[in-house]
């Protein structure tokens, strides 16, 4: 791996904030921060031309010599990527249990380390984002920046406006409060039904919980917006890079 740290000027640099070294090689986009803690007890990172095996050393950028494998540590090019994610697959880099993960959907492509923006479990569908840009993630998926997602969801049952009604109040489940911020019916038969769900919060397996303590079991779940930006014809499996300004959309 080759990387440059990049330099300001003196001035600044002199009066850089710090922050804990696996902390800037993340926001380098170079890796996870998880990775990058990783790599700093292996020994593989140095400071100044000294070894630092703690994750938290403090670290000015700018003036601080960062290298990685005694190759200087600079910051990747921010990539963006919107991923229709398929059943079946887990979302994280390793699995444990040897399961299929997203990333084998990016395996053919040429692109630098890039992390999974928030989650979608296992068992569900639709649009993930990933990208390098650890600043920008994070943003997306902090509570009070108030990103809305748009779930699909396929129920076994015939839900009406009066589950609706509960679901947009609320659910106690496991000591924790789960609602919806908008839900409506799409289109509904005998024994089954399409919901359309809006979160403006994630909780763990949020909409599963909140149906199962309602009677209804989850057949299809699928992400299909997050904020203004939607899967549209995004093919399943498929991914593609964002445009600057779906970039800064969601970053605002």
Not at 70 to 76: F, I, P
Not at 119 to 129: H, I, M, N, V, Y
Not at 234 to 239: R, W
Request: hydrophobic letters at 40%; a positive charge.
């Amino acid at each position: 791996m080759r990387y440059a740290l990049p330099m300001t000027n003196p001035t600044a640099a002199a009066h850089a904030p710090r922050h804990g070294l696996a902390r800037v090689l993340s926001k380098l986009g170079l890796c996870s921060r998880t990775q990058a803690a990783t790599w700093v007890r292996d020994g593989r990172v140095r400071v100044n031309g000294r070894v630092q095996r703690d994750p938290e050393f403090p670290v000015a950028m700018g003036r601080d010599k960062v290298t990685v494998d005694n190759a200087a540590a600079s910051q990747e090019s921010f990539v963006y990527i919107a991923l229709n994610k398929p059943r079946g697959l887990v979302v994280t880099a390793r699995d444990e249990k040897g399961r299929d993960t997203v990333y084998s959907l990016l395996r053919e492509a040429s692109l630098p380390w890039v992390g999974p923006v928030g989650r979608l479990d296992k068992a569900s569908e639709g649009l993930l984002l990933m990208s390098n840009d650890t600043a920008w993630a994070a943003g997306i998926t902090d509570p009070s920046s108030g990103k809305e997602k748009t779930y699909h969801v396929q129920v076994r049952g015939t839900p009406g406006e009066e589950a609706c009604q509960v679901m947009l109040h609320g659910v106690e489940d496991g000591g924790e409060i789960l609602r919806a911020l908008a839900v409506r019916i799409l289109r509904q038969g005998p024994r089954q039904a399409w919901l359309e769900i809006v979160l403006d919060e994630g909780r763990n397996r949020h909409i599963r919980r909140m149906l199962s303590v309602l009677g209804f079991d989850v057949i299809r779940l699928v992400r299909v917006a997050i904020g203004g930006l939607t899967l549209g014809e995004l093919a399943k499996g498929k991914f593609r890079q964002l445009d600057p300004a779906e970039v800064e959309m969601l970053r605002r």
